[in-house]
């Protein structure tokens, strides 16, 4: 279940990203639809495509754009999840152990 949370939390942090990126770089060029549509064929051409092959293109506005949001993605889901830790050990801090006497009372019948 956390993991699941993570990486939602990492997903939209980069679908999010990528849509406010590309409207700030090429303001009222693309629409979300273009933006989605290419997003799709991005990841798809991922999986098919030679990882080295990418670092050729290293400069252009495309490779940098998508390098940033990840970084920024994955440093609000990093930030995310401290807190929910911080507050899971606040709250860890309350908890009280049971009485002896209950649990004994509680054996005994």
Known sequence: MG???????LILGIVNGIYT??????PNEFSKD???QNLTQYSEKMQTTNITG?????????YK???ITVN???KTTFDFVTVIFFIGFLISL???PL???NVKKKITD
């Open 3 to 9: 993991t699941a949370i993570i990486g939602i939390v």
């Open 21 to 26: 990126a590309v409207d700030h770089t090429f």
């Open 34 to 36: 273009q933006i989605s």
């Open 54 to 62: 990418l670092k050729s293109n290293e400069t252009s506005i495309a």
């Open 65 to 67: 754009l998508v390098n």
């Open 72 to 74: 920024h993605a994955m």
């Open 94 to 96: 309350f908890i009280r």
């Open 99 to 101: 009485k002896e006497k």
